[in-house]
């Protein structure tokens, strides 16, 4: 693919995704010579815009290409605009085709859909009568992919009438984070990691998202999804499954539909959820965004326990939490291992579980919680850590070290890798474990907890602990 040329259609253009996402990402491609040397961008948005005010645009979401700004201007230059009525407009989606034969009749050709979802299927159908060429017809789409079981059926339907499967790349951009992707590389090529990865030796599982800021202006969506969709249901679902996945046979993307399969299966494995196993939240003063009606029963917080019911991870609770308007911005995983055998006698004071540390965001790192005899005169074990800091160590902030996650995913979809990306049948067992959950929160109309912004959210600490996993370390 790197030697052929290739067009890359933005479908809403001037939208907000494609601002803050797609465009740094593909200037970060080619600032990185990731992209072919022959590649052309066309914008395509509703508003008429000429070619230079699109440039101009573009040219404000891209960061400093220390090169006193040639770099940009050459990226820029391959930038072209097009607008149209609608994104199902056939007129408009013919003078892309000729743009694009124009340029050249083998180009592949990468579709972004940064446009709402509703418009999804039928910009899919009109590129499919409309785009000619030979070169590959690849689509990046985002969620939300419906939201629920049925309207993502109906969705995953209506893409399968005019595209194959192996076309069509659904982003989850959590899948793109390096500490995401570094879960294989951790569980398996670590013996110590992989020989204690079961219910023998592992007590809970923890997976946290938080972030410190409300809606902040998309009230109006989040307040039609809420937060087990807008995170829970996918986020930490994908990252859920490639801790507790089985090993796949390669960890490249020749295998990547054994990836998915194995991902999956773990879906598979795990029943619906019950509201019983569930704490939900709703932060003071969420009400007050203009966009959001002022009865909202919306949760912004939700806690909540799932098993996986394969012999690996039998009697294991995972438990999920995700919350908006907290106290810190923080996305990790904890693994907590049960007690040491001879600890309990042993030692006169208790003695912590031992707990890897997988901390996604902010400052990637891994930690082990490990007991070592407290320094000086006393033998009482004290808990310690054993880290990874990934910029201390590997200096992960530069884009090189550590790009961007829709970076890394584009490069993945330029590639045809698709083990990154979220297969139909994944998107499907995913929405089965939470639509009756939704739809009966729905119906009953349940008033969430009211919590204070800036805290950890309603009281749930006891849930958590009855759940299985022991606070017994730091605040999470
Ligand atoms: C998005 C959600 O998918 O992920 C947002 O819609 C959320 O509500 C965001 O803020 C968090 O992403 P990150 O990469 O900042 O953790």
Same mark, same amino acid.
């Given at each position: ?258 990836? /998915?399969?194995?991902? =999956?299966?773990? +879906?598979?494995?795990? &029943? %619906? !959820?019950? $509201?019983?196993?569930? *704490? ?72 912590? /579980?031992?707990?890897? =540390?997988?901390? +996604?965001?902010?400052? &990637? %790192? !891994?930690? $082990?919680?490990?007991? *070592? ?104």
């Amino acid at each position: 693919w790197h030697f052929s040329p290739l067009i890359i259609v933005i479908l809403g253009a001037s939208g907000d995704l494609a601002a803050k996402k797609t465009y740094p990402s593909l200037f970060s491609l080619y600032t990185s010579g990731l992209l072919p040397k022959q590649f052309k961008i066309i914008g395509y948005a509703r508003s008429p815009k000429t070619i230079e005010s699109f440039r101009e645009h573009v040219g404000k979401y891209l960061s400093d290409d220390g090169n006193g700004g040639v770099d940009k201007q050459r990226f820029l230059e391959n930038c072209d605009y097009i607008n149209g009525k609608s994104y199902g407009d056939e007129d408009a989606f013919k003078v892309v085709n000729t743009s694009i034969q124009t340029f050249s009749p083998v180009a592949n050709k990468l579709f972004y859909f940064a446009i709402p979802a509703s418009t999804f299927a039928v910009s899919a159908t009109t590129i499919k009568t409309t785009i000619m060429g030979e070169g590959w017809l690849r689509i990046i789409l985002e969620k939300p992919f419906g939201h629920d079981l049925e309207s993502c059926r109906e969705l995953t339907e209506s893409l399968a009438q005019s595209y194959d499967e192996e076309n069509l790349y659904r982003i989850d951009h959590y899948l793109g984070k390096e500490m995401v992707q570094n879960l294989m590389t951790l569980r398996f090529s670590n013996l110590y990691f992989s020989r204690l990865w079961d219910s023998q030796s592992i007590a809970a599982v923890l997976l946290t998202f938080k972030e410190p800021f409300g809606t902040d202006g998309r009230g109006g969506y989040f307040d039609r999804y809420g937060i087990v969709r807008d995170i829970i249901q996918n986020h930490l679902m994908q990252v859920l499954c490639l801790i507790a996945m089985e090993p796949p046979l390669k960890v490249d993307g020749s295998s990547s539909d054994q990836i /998915r399969t194995n991902k =999956v299966n773990v +879906l598979k494995a795990i &029943e %619906a !959820i019950s $509201i019983e196993d569930v *704490v939900l939240g709703q932060y003071e003063g969420y009400r007050d965004d203009p966009t959001v009606p002022d009865n909202s029963t919306t949760s912004t917080f939700c806690a909540l326990k799932l098993h996986i019911n394969t012999p690996r991870w039998e009697g294991v609770p995972f438990i999920l939490k995700a919350g908006k308007a907290l106290d810190e911005r923080k996305a990790e995983i904890r693994i907590q291992f049960k007690d040491a055998p001879a600890a309990s006698f042993m030692f006169d004071t208790p003695v912590p /579980r031992n707990e890897l =540390v997988i901390r +996604l965001q902010p400052r &990637e %790192a !891994i930690y $082990i919680k490990t007991n *070592v005899k407290t320094p000086g005169f006393s033998s009482q074990p004290v808990q310690s850590e054993l880290e990874v800091d990934y910029t201390t160590r590997f200096g992960a902030s530069d884009s090189k070290n550590n790009p961007d996650a829709y970076t890394r995913l584009i490069l993945e979809v330029l590639r045809g890798r698709s083990a990154g990306f979220v297969r139909k049948d994944e998107l499907e067992e995913a929405w089965r474990i939470f639509t009756p959950l939704l739809h009966q929160i729905e119906r009953e109309r349940q008033m969430p907890i009211i919590y204070q912004q800036g805290t950890r959210g309603p009281e749930h600490d006891v849930k958590v602990e009855e759940w299985g996993y022991l606070r017994n370390s730091e605040y999470v």
